[in-house]
DNA sequence: ACCGAGTCTTTCACTGGCTGAAAACGCGGC
DNA sequence: GCCGCGTTTTCAGCCAGTGAAAGACTCGGT
């Protein structure tokens, strides 16, 4: 989960950070030493340290989150707030003239992490959040990463074990690489029903100035009154904005796996 | 700059990450190494680690920039992407309606921290960017978060050197507590042409469970076609939706000054 | 091809910051 | 008042981290 070396100073410290999570937005000293496998007295002057500098901040009664200085840094990632940026007034007019969910995701190894969402109020209710993380196989986003990513990532998606999450998502390896062939061929991803079987959703790569894809957007709509045919091309619209936005691309998507 | 200890070996890697500026997001190991102010084996050794975690990432050139890991953890800081799931929904709703700038910012010490912003493709140009910091005494929301701080920080503040980025910027500490004064009894804060000559501003309190006020949402619109008073309002009500939305208030914003 | 200027990487002996056990502290509950 | 739990501090020992220096590598210039 961490991936630090545990024995080393910056190892532990980072190990703290790591104990995070989004169930776990906020944590008594005591949880952080746990959750971070480090000793009680390690993790109290470890954070002390971070507190001072802005990384955490403690609350009143002494419970210990996150803090904005962290926050402002890591805003400077390119992958997060930097692509965010130059994606934002596309995916304005995504939601705009769909008035339904909006959704910008890169992989991370072998997982979609969303880095930037528009939920409409009406809209049909998604399970994802900024900054998390799911499954590449069943989502829209994640079948775009997954059908441009590297042949030695596709192969590990697959050869492990894929989860369903409704009657809908496609489990089976051989049937997933047909469904990539699809994207590729086409453009563009569709996710009937995989992730909840209410949703319906429609992605399509973001390229960058070599051609390689980093980013996918998709729109998220209720499953029945739902037309993808419709859909892919103002999200290919979109997708093709932002790619022009950060730079790219001088050449087509490339495609890793004939 | 940084506010940690630079001896300890903690300081030392949080210096690294501080190394990291919007006008710097990508750097070579000896940069990093001299802007952290840490000899070059330490940065080399503290950013392999990072590497290794995900705080950082490494181009193909080798240069570093800040990871996604790290951008993902952030995300936790409740005064971050918190408070800005839950203003979400009212900022498009403010965005929609006026087609202008819409921004959410927090007080971090004596300065504002931009947290959203949303840009009208035709809007007046602003000079803020999310993740960004600006003075207090200039902007709308500065305005707001300024006038409800504790005492101590409205001092601190007024009795250090106050910036003029305009012929109408105020900068006369008097006249700037009279500002605030007016605040405090209106509710929200205009600032007319206070950054750049062509923008006006108009911002509100967004207050927590206990009254406190913890962010400020604006609306900045080009300064002639521009009626604050119109504004007003509907700055508000987005200000007080978002307070719902996070749970306040119980009771109406807290005058910390008499 | 040779060379120097720059950057990055590795080595090595030393040292001082970090560590864990244990004790002291603080606080709410019974 | 006393107990139980979580937090904070102390202290001696030790190992991770350190800087100087040397080695590897990549450029442009000649």
Same mark, same amino acid.
């Given at each position: 989960?961490?991936?630090?070396?545990?024995?080393?100073?910056?190892?532990?410290? %980072?190990?703290? &950070?790591?104990?995070?999570?989004?169930?776990?937005?906020?944590?008594?000293?005591?949880?952080?030493?746990?959750?971070?496998?480090?000793?009680?007295?390690?993790? /109290?002057?470890?954070?002390?340290?971070?507190?001072?500098?802005?990384?955490?901040?403690?609350?009143?009664?002494?419970?210990?989150?996150?803090?904005?200085?962290?926050?402002?840094?890591?805003?400077?990632?390119?992958?997060?707030?930097? %692509?965010?940026?130059?994606?934002?007034?596309?995916?304005?007019?995504?939601?705009?003239?769909?008035?339904?969910?909006?959704?910008?995701?890169?992989?991370?190894?072998?997982?979609?992490?969303?880095?930037?969402?528009?939920?409409?109020?009406?809209?049909?209710?998604? &399970?994802?959040?900024?900054?998390?993380?799911?499954?590449? /196989?069943?989502?829209?986003?994640?079948?775009?990463?997954?059908?441009?990513?590297?042949?030695?990532?596709?192969?590990?998606?697959?050869?492990?074990?894929?989860?369903?999450?409704?009657?809908?998502?496609?489990?089976?390896?051989?049937?997933?690489?047909?469904? %990539?062939?699809?994207?590729?061929?086409?453009?563009?991803?569709?996710?009937?029903?995989?992730?909840? %079987?209410?949703?319906?959703?429609?992605?399509?790569?973001?390229?960058?100035?070599?051609?390689?894809?980093?980013?996918?957007?998709?729109?998220?709509? /209720?499953?029945? /009154?739902?037309?993808?045919?419709? &859909?892919?091309?103002?999200?290919?619209?979109?997708?093709?904005?932002?790619?022009?936005?950060?730079?790219?691309?001088?050449?087509?998507?490339?495609?890793?796996?004939?």
């Amino acid at each position: 989960m961490t991936g630090g070396d545990e024995r080393s100073v910056t190892g532990r410290t %980072l190990a703290l &950070l790591a104990a995070f999570t989004p169930d776990a937005p906020e944590l008594t000293l005591s949880e952080l030493a746990r959750r971070a496998g480090v000793t009680l007295p390690t993790a /109290h002057r470890r954070a002390a340290e971070l507190v001072a500098w802005g990384a955490l901040e403690r609350t009143p009664e002494g419970r210990y989150h996150i803090g904005l200085r962290l926050w402002e840094v890591a805003s400077l990632a390119p992958r997060g707030l930097g %692509l965010r940026e130059a994606s934002m007034p596309f995916l304005e007019d995504l939601y705009e003239i769909t008035r339904e969910n909006v959704q910008l995701a890169v992989r991370e190894g072998a997982e979609v992490v969303f880095v930037e969402r528009i939920a409409g109020r009406a809209a049909v209710a998604v &399970l994802t959040r900024v900054g998390g993380r799911f499954a590449l /196989h069943a989502t829209g986003v994640g079948l775009v990463l997954l059908a441009y990513a590297p042949v030695e990532v596709q192969d590990r998606v697959l050869g492990s074990r894929l989860d369903r999450y409704t009657d809908k998502t496609v489990t089976d390896p051989v049937a997933v690489r047909t469904v %990539l062939a699809n994207v590729r061929t086409r453009g563009y991803a569709v996710s009937d029903g995989q992730v909840t %079987l209410d949703a319906l959703s429609v992605a399509a790569p973001i390229v960058d100035r070599t051609g390689e894809v980093v980013a996918a957007v998709s729109l998220v709509v /209720h499953a029945d /009154h739902a037309d993808p045919a419709t &859909l892919a091309p103002v999200v290919q619209a979109a997708a093709r904005g932002i790619s022009r936005a950060i730079g790219g691309p001088r050449k087509r998507p490339r495609m890793p796996y004939i």
